[in-house]
C-alpha cells in the first residue's frame, strides 16, 4: 500500500524558492514512478513533473522547465520538487501522485495522490 504526504508549500515572493517533499510510508516505493500535479482555483488539475522509478529520467512541462527539479532518494522514501525562480502562475495546491507503469502526464494513469499542499507566491 501507498500512502503519500506532501509538506514544504508555503507563502514566497515572486523569484524565491521553495523545496516540496512526499514521503510514502509503505514498502513498494520504488516501484512507481512519482509525478507532481497542481491545481490553482477554478482550473484543472495539471502536470508539472514525474520522475521514474530509480530516479534516471524525468520529464517536465514546458512551463516549469529550467526552474523546477524533481528528484527522488529511494532509501528515504521521498520525492522532492525544487521550485526556483517562482512566480505568481505558480500558485496552486501541489499534489504528489504514484504510478505503477506510468511516466506520463495524464492524472488519470496514477494510482495513489497525496492530500496536497499550497504553494502561494506573492507579486
Known amino acids: 500500500q501507498v500512502h503519500l504526504v506532501e509538506s514544504g508549500g508555503g507563502l514566497v515572493q515572486a523569484g524565491g524558492s521553495l523545496r516540496l517533499s512526499c514521503a510514502d510510508s509503505?514498502?513498494?516505493?520504488?516501484?512507481?514512478?512519482m509525478g507532481w500535479f497542481r491545481q490553482a482555483p477554478g482550473k484543472e488539475r495539471e502536470f508539472v513533473a514525474v520522475i521514474s522509478r530509480r530516479g534516471s529520467s524525468t520529464y517536465y512541462t514546458d512551463s516549469v522547465k529550467g526552474r523546477f527539479t524533481i528528484s527522488r532518494d529511494i532509501a528515504k522514501n521521498t520525492v522532492y520538487l525544487q521550485m526556483n525562480s517562482l512566480k505568481p502562475e505558480d500558485t496552486a495546491v501541489y499534489y504528489c501522485?504514484?504510478?505503477?507503469?506510468?511516466?506520463?502526464?495524464?492524472?488519470?494513469?496514477?494510482?495513489?495522490w497525496g492530500q496536497g499542499t499550497q504553494v502561494t507566491v506573492s507579486s
Open positions: 501522485a504514484a504510478g505503477l507503469g506510468t511516466m506520463g502526464n495524464d492524472s488519470h494513469h496514477y494510482d495513489y
Open positions: 509503505g514498502r513498494t516505493f520504488s516501484s512507481y514512478a
